[in-house]
């Protein structure tokens, strides 16, 4: 049976792990942000490890799972994730110009699907406004990416993933810092 006071032990050892993981991410967050270059080019080089695991293991499954559908396609599957995790390997550079274009294009395509929903909305609930703020700043923020590449690849995925590990870091901290409240 646990006691009171292991419990609090146990809560206290987690929290100063979890408290140590968000000051390291919030640290990080900062590095990113003040060496944007470095962390675009080394968080593409991340992806390009993952396409390169994600093809192998597709090309595993491609070969261990006959029955279960066509091979050439898992296999053709396989191969675009391993030969596009080689290119990025080769030249980060040129893979966070491909990352950068696609999230410009990935953000300004959600915003106009939010302004739609967003008119949608609006018969349904009160706070659909903030649903159209979000996409207006969505295609906004598109258009920037756009309009400032090739040059925002270099600094756009490092200050972004910067300044999510600071958030995520904050979050985190402050979100188990305080005492917790009983519910009802």
Known sequence: ???AESE???QTINYRWLATIAILMIILGIIAIIFPFLATITS???FGWIFVFAGIAQIIYAFQS???GRVAWKLILGLLYLITGVFVLADPL???LAFTLILGVTIFVQGVIQVSLAFQM???SLNWGWMLVSGIIGIVFGIFIWSSFPSSAVWLLGTLIG???V????WMLTLHSGQSRTLP
């Open 1 to 3: 049976m646990r006691t």
């Open 8 to 10: 609090t032990r146990e």
């Open 44 to 46: 593409t080089l991340v």
């Open 66 to 68: 006959k029955g279960a």
């Open 94 to 96: 040129q893979g966070a």
């Open 122 to 124: 609006r018969r349904i």
């Open 163 to 165: 300044i999510n590990l």
């Open 167 to 170: 958030f995520d870091g904050m």
